[in-house]
């Protein structure tokens, strides 16, 4: 880019290098802006004779249209795009949505010195209408040669983000106790309804049963013939691992057992199996409080019908400290 002074009238078609008041302190032109014949005019009226502006030169490409190409090539899903001026671009749910994000792709792409993007947090839940991420990019202009490497890690590699739609989700909820299911649906029930609520959706189906090996196994399998989204397992004592009472029930109804244990505090003794492509949750304890813990990280994914991995719930540790 070359910044230069020069006569009001010569500006046309020029960027600015800096952004223009009014004498009461009112913004009338913004820094990046494209002046036109109609700017120039009002400029004049203004009794600007000359302006700092500058322009593109050969092998440079203007920072809107730069952010515009990139925010294209970087997301998927239910995004829609909105170009800023001042070369920004922010990207949008247009549905209720889990947010899934390759961190070593958006770190590579933000170390290029040449653009940077912004999203919010991998699993995170949106809701339609909220901002999920931004795009800037150096000041004016972007080299051409720099643009078109990002573009191409992008094709190859991308995309960064993923909006991943929640429609209609069945949620199916078992409640065990050793003693009397139904104790454990009175203390337990509340607080589900209220972490669901936080997503905007109720429990579809609700069993309460003895938590004994049978019993947890005929709930499971009655709850599975539905075909929910996911089932959640809420159980007022803690599994000793996959070979305790829930997590032999699950593997009596033919669910694989993705992992045990996540790093993640409140959450810790997190059990998560899958009975084909259906998600069946234990994580005790997490149902006493409606604090923040494992429960929310990894429920919008699967509400998303997402299968969560042994190895994100691995990669959960970083930030995995929730109170």
């Not at 996540?262 to 084909?276: F, S, T």
Request: aromatic share 4%; hydrophobic share 40%.
């Amino acid at each position: 880019m070359r910044a230069q002074t020069v006569d009001i009238r010569e500006s046309t078609g020029r960027m600015l290098c800096c952004t223009i008041f009014r004498s009461g302190g009112k913004k009338l032109l913004s820094k990046g802006h494209t002046l036109n014949d109609e700017d120039v005019r009002l400029l004049e009226t203004e009794g600007l004779g000359q302006v700092w502006v500058t322009e593109l030169e050969d092998g440079e490409i203007g920072e809107d249209a730069a952010v515009a190409q990139v925010s294209t090539e970087m997301g998927c899903g239910c995004l829609e795009i909105r170009v800023a001026s001042g070369g920004r671009a922010n990207l949008f749910a247009t549905e209720d949505c889990c947010i899934l994000v390759d961190d070593d792709l958006l770190r590579q792409i933000n170390c290029t010195g040449s653009m940077v993007i912004s999203t919010t947090p991998n699993f995170s839940f949106s809701r339609a209408g909220q901002r999920v991420a931004t795009v800037k990019s150096t000041p004016f202009a972007v080299a051409s040669a720099h643009l078109e490497a990002v573009i191409s890690i992008l094709k190859e590699r991308g995309p960064i983000l993923q909006a991943r739609a929640v429609r209609q989700p069945n949620v199916a909820v078992l409640y065990t106790d050793p003693m009397h299911g139904d104790r454990a649906r009175q203390l337990f029930e509340p607080i589900v309804r209220q972490r669901l609520d936080r997503l905007g959706i109720s429990p579809a189906y609700a069993l309460a049963v003895t938590e004994e090996e049978g019993s947890v196994v005929k709930g499971l399998t009655h709850l599975l013939r539905a075909n929910p989204t996911c089932v959640l397992i809420a159980s007022t004592t803690a599994p000793a691992g996959p070979e305790d009472c829930v997590g032999q029930a699950m593997t009596a109804v033919g669910c694989h057992i993705e992992r045990f244990l996540a790093p993640v505090e409140p959450g810790n003794l997190m059990l998560l199996a899958y009975k084909d492509e259906i998600p069946v949750l234990s994580a005790p304890g997490c149902f006493r409080s409606a604090k923040p813990n494992v429960v929310d990280l990894v429920l919008p994914p699967m509400l998303a019908r997402y299968r969560v991995s042994g190895w994100e719930i691995a990669c959960l540790g970083h930030g995995g400290l929730l109170g």
